[in-house]
């Protein structure tokens, strides 16, 4: 079995957190048949295989997931689509890189 836990800091009100936090439980339910039921600022969700959890805190979204004996085989690409999922919701992690320096002493 295998688990996988991501935590994504945000700068969000908790408001838009918590839409963010929404619309990927529904993007979730979509894709995957995950049936998702939300308790406060926790959304707990399952379908054959896999459970989990998401949390909307004032700073970050996190989230924990246990797979089964078969999705453990995937959970690489699993982890990597919720990262994928989560920057494209609240922003990916700035990540300096050596064309972007160069990028920025070549405008000063």
């Known amino acids: 079995m295998a688990t996988i836990s991501v935590s994504k800091v ?3 009100n908790h408001a838009k957190a ?3 936090a929404e619309k990927m439980a529904k993007d979730l ?3 995957f048949d995950l ?12 379908r054959s295989g896999l459970t989990g959890k998401m949390h909307v ?4 979204i996190t989230l924990d997931v ?3 004996f078969l999705l453990s085989a995937v959970a690489p690409s699993i982890e990597r689509a919720i ?5 494209g919701l609240v922003g990916a992690p700035e990540r300096k890189t050596a ?3 160069a990028a920025k002493k070549g405008k000063a």
């Open 66 to 68: 246990k797979l089964g």
């Open 29 to 31: 339910h979509r894709k």
């Open 35 to 46: 049936s998702c039921t939300w308790d406060g600022d926790n959304c707990l969700f399952e």
């Open 10 to 12: 945000h700068h969000l």
């Open 99 to 101: 064309a972007k320096s």
């Open 57 to 60: 805190g004032k700073e970050r």
């Open 83 to 87: 990262h994928e999922e989560l920057d």
């Open 18 to 20: 918590k839409g963010v």
